[in-house]
């Protein structure tokens, strides 16, 4: 069998030993865990907790290869489950997980030596800047001297605004920062502060984002689905451990092949994975038809797509890193880290 992966050094110990919660990629954490339809299966690989509950919504392929079946024809019995960034990370970095999907912000973890490396994309687009409706702002240039809102400091709605502000001329970081970023634990109170003047903007996940705009309650600055800065590139990965590369790549391209059946379902029966991910409760969905049309435009990619060679991954986890290079949220170039983050699986290996 063909094996194409790489092993980096492990975490120090004391990064390991970080407990601080964070909040991961691609939405809130939620608690509780989900073992797909809680049906028991015979695997080849077993019982495999794959944390990836966090109630979003562009999490789906995970949701979907639970819910039909396709981990269990690739010999896996899923059991998702709830984390927080840190303990993600230190799962990851340990093999106590496989995979994990996450954005950008996994970037700086694996610069310090986080042992995990991108090896597929997930999908494009999921946030957006937003500005009250009846805001005078317009443009990212009216966002000079602004206060703007994100979910955490370093989280990817932090660097994905910090990437387009930088890319018009904003400085975001040093004494001499144009703007000031202010964390709120949850969209909502992120969407409050907009209404009260306490902030000018929000950086913010969808589909709170999208529902904001629909309901007039907001305006949008940035749309990373659609900004030239961003457009037609992957905003989130699937992780993977290089412990469980190394020692067990056979598992890790079953995983991917469950994922990559479940991305051809979404785009083939789209109502359908919506319906099913309202009703197991893996995110709150309050417009099925908006739910719906984020799915289309977060663009997963077909099985047509790959088996023609395209919507490679290399060259956007590149770009991104170059981009925070750039900032000074990487303090390694581009092109002498991409072999560290980025990972080749043999998706065939059995």
Same mark, same amino acid.
């Given at each position: 069998m063909k094996k194409r992966y790489r092993v980096f050094s *492990?975490?120090?110990?004391?990064? =390991?030993l970080i407990g601080s919660v964070g909040i991961s990629g691609c939405? @809130?954490?939620? %608690? %509780?865990?989900?073992g797909g339809t809680g049906e028991s299966a015979s695997t080849d690989f077993g019982t495999v907790e794959i944390p990836v509950l966090d109630?979003?919504? $562009?999490?789906?392929p995970f949701y979907v290869a639970a819910e039909k079946g396709f981990f269990k024809e690739e010999g896996i019995d899923a059991?998702? =489950?709830? *984390? /927080? +960034?840190? +303990?993600?990370?230190?799962g990851l970095n340990n093999g106590d997980y496989p995979i994990t999907n996450g954005d950008f912000m996994y970037f700086q973890s694996i610069e310090q030596d986080v042992d995990v490396s991108v090896v597929e994309g997930l999908h494009?687009? $999921?946030?957006? @800047?937003?500005a009250a409706a009846d805001s005078d702002i317009k443009s990212v240039e009216d966002l000079d001297g602004a206060n703007i809102g994100v979910d955490e400091i370093g989280g990817p709605p932090y660097e994905a605004a910090s990437i387009w502000l930088e890319n018009h001329g904003i400085k975001v970081t040093g004494s001499d920062a144009k703007v000031k970023f202010l964390p709120y634990s949850d969209g909502n109170l992120e969407l409050q502060a907009l209404a009260n003047g306490d902030i000018q903007a929000a950086a913010i996940w969808d589909p709170i984002a999208s529902e904001a705009v629909k309901d007039g309650k907001a305006?949008?600055?940035?749309? =990373? %689905?659609t900004d030239d800065i961003f457009a037609g590139k992957y905003c989130c990965f699937v992780y993977a451990s290089n412990k469980v590369l190394k020692e067990k790549p056979a598992l890790i391209s079953a995983i991917i092949r469950a994922l990559r059946k479940a991305e051809q379902f979404i785009? /083939?029966?789209t109502d359908e994975a919506v319906?099913?991910?309202?009703?197991?409760?893996y995110s709150e969905i309050n417009d099925a038809a908006l739910a719906a049309d984020l799915l289309k435009e977060y663009a997963y990619p077909t099985q047509e797509e790959f088996a023609a060679g395209k919507r490679g991954v290399k060259d956007t986890v590149e770009y991104f890193a170059d981009q925070l290079y750039k900032i000074g949220y990487l303090s390694t170039e581009s092109s002498k880290l991409i072999d560290k983050l980025y990972t080749e699986v043999d998706v065939d290996a059995k």
């Open positions: *492990a975490l120090a110990l004391s990064l =390991i939405g @809130v954490a939620s %608690g %509780g865990d989900k109630g979003s919504l $562009c999490g789906a059991k998702l =489950i709830a *984390a /927080d +960034t840190e +303990t993600r990370k230190i494009n687009g $999921c946030i957006q @800047v937003l305006k949008t600055l940035l749309n =990373i %689905g785009n /083939d029966s319906k099913l991910i309202a009703e197991k409760n």
